[in-house]
């Protein structure tokens, strides 16, 4: 099932929203407003089961691996008791984001193929992802 992240829009007496202590000018917090994270999470749908725990959310693993290829942190990076658990969510953000990029690649030649035959007049086989 899909992770769904919470709601930080209500206030808790010991508990501050995160928009209240990070720089909202910080070059992550612009960066992340200019995702299109129901994109991902879209896109991402048909990879999940309608059974089972829910899994983390979209936005979390997607940002993760994001962190992660920006900061170029390997495992190595990663210490203590957790880092088996975060190098684990990592791997399997970088899974399901290598899966989109190929589906977005297909997309992307069929489109471009799509056009060469409008222009030409010819039939060009569609392309087929295979797993």
Known sequence: ????????????????????????????????????????????????????QPALPTRLMVGCLILKQHFRMGQNYLHGDKSPKINALLAAAAWNFKKLMEKIKLKSKNFFFAILQQLFFFEIPKLKLSY
Do not use: C
């Open 1 to 52: 099932m899909i992770g769904k992240s919470p709601n930080q829009q209500q206030r808790e007496l010991f508990r501050p929203l995160l928009s209240d202590f990070i720089d909202m000018r910080h070059e992550l917090v612009l960066l992340s407003n200019h995702i299109d994270w129901k994109y991902f999470e879209k896109e991402f749908a048909s990879l999940y089961s309608n059974t089972g």
